[in-house]
């Protein structure tokens, strides 16, 4: 079972799913393949991205980090990330 934090919402783990699968991605492909908004789905990338669990490879592309995978691996707890500033 993977472990969330207090910060985490249901399509935050869609997101990561879809990166995961694809490789890469960027909010307005996403939004549309999980049925979000690109404003929100934008939010949520970032917001992944300051706790780790994306990387950042281009402007809006982003790629799965080693924290991502191990995430969806269910070998980390979310709750432990700490955000970056």
């Known amino acids: 079972m993977r472990r969330r934090a207090d910060w985490w919402v249901l399509a935050d783990d869609m997101i990561l799913e879809?990166?995961?699968?694809?490789?890469?991605?960027?909010?307005?492909?996403?939004s549309r393949e999980i049925d979000k908004s690109q404003g929100y789905v934008n939010q949520r990338c970032s917001l992944l991205e300051s706790y780790g669990l994306l990387t950042k490879v281009a402007r809006g592309v982003y790629t799965l980090s080693?924290?991502?995978?191990?995430?969806?691996?269910?070998?980390?707890?979310?709750?432990?990330l700490e955000k970056s500033e």
Request: aromatic residues 8%; hydrophobic residues 25%.
């Open 18 to 30: 879809y990166i995961s699968d694809e490789g890469t991605g960027t909010p307005k492909v996403i």
């Open 66 to 80: 080693e924290a991502g995978e191990q995430y969806l691996s269910e070998d980390l707890d979310a709750s432990t």
